[in-house]
T-cell receptor
Framework: GQNIDQPTEMTATEGAIVQINCTYQ??????LFWYQQHAGEAPTFLSY??LDGLEEKGRFSSFLSRSKGYSYLLLKELQMKDSASYLC??????????WGAGTKLIIKP | IAGITQAPTSQILAAGRRMTLRCTQD?????MYWYRQDLGLGLRLIHY???????GKGEVPDGYSVSRANTDDFPLTLASAVPSQTSVYFC??????????????FGPGTRLTVL
């Protein structure tokens, strides 16, 4: 079966940097997505990686290592509004999206 | 309308009742999806549609049905609701077919409680 693992919860301080990890075991791989979901709201797209390496987009960066089945989302200069859940999702060989349970990020002042 | 809308926002339903959750998008996206989200679990795909007139089963389709009569609308029906269907339901759409590289855009969700 498909397996997407993320930490359940993380805490970080405003202004700091945090790295949210995602490991996956899926039948094939056609890309990995990161979404942000504020409490009570819908998920919104953050990033997509299909090749190894780092993709930077402002304060957010996403890294992928296909050989290790591993990705991380890096958030810099944390702001209180970054308090949210971060969802990792992997596109498998059947082009089905497999979602992790999400990591709840708590930002403290 | 801008993006995807869902109705109702929330609903309390007696077990055994029939319920249709509505979803409409104005982005002319080809693909649409229905997910349920439960605490501690990832989003789980119920049904999807790659284009108007076609539908497919996702990971957890039992007890649910969908139709795609046109591009914009993708209603989800619970024929006879059971308490295990208590969840938050999200509708989503993407420009390309199911599972493509295109990002999915989500509606605001419907919070359904079945008693």
């Amino acid at each position: 079966g498909q397996n997407i693992d993320q930490p359940t919860e993380m805490t970080a301080t405003e202004g700091a940097i945090v790295q949210i990890n995602c490991t996956y075991q899926t039948s094939g791989f056609n890309g990995l997505f990161w979404y942000q979901q504020h409490a009570g709201e819908a998920p919104t797209f953050l990033s997509y990686n299909v090749l190894d390496g780092l993709e930077e987009k402002g304060r957010f960066s996403s890294f992928l290592s296909r050989s290790k089945g591993y990705s991380y989302l890096l958030l810099k200069e944390l702001q209180m509004k970054d308090s949210a859940s971060y969802l990792c999702a992997v596109l498998d060989s059947n082009y089905q999206l497999n979602w992790g349970a999400g990591t709840k990020l708590i930002i403290k002042p | 309308i801008a993006g995807i809308t869902q109705a109702p926002t929330s609903q309390i339903l007696a077990a055994g009742r029939r319920m249709t959750l509505r979803c409409t998008q104005d982005m002319r996206h080809n693909a649409m999806y229905w997910y349920r989200q439960d605490l501690g679990l990832g989003l789980r795909l119920i049904h999807y549609s790659n284009t108007a007139g076609t539908t497919g089963k996702g990971e957890v389709p039992d007890g649910y049905s969908v139709s795609r009569a046109n591009t914009d609308d993708f209603p989800l029906t619970l024929a006879s609701a059971v308490p295990s269907q208590t969840s938050v339901y999200f509708c989503a759409s993407s420009a390309g077919p199911s599972g493509s590289y295109n990002e999915q855009f989500f509606g605001p969700g419907t919070r359904l409680t079945v008693l």
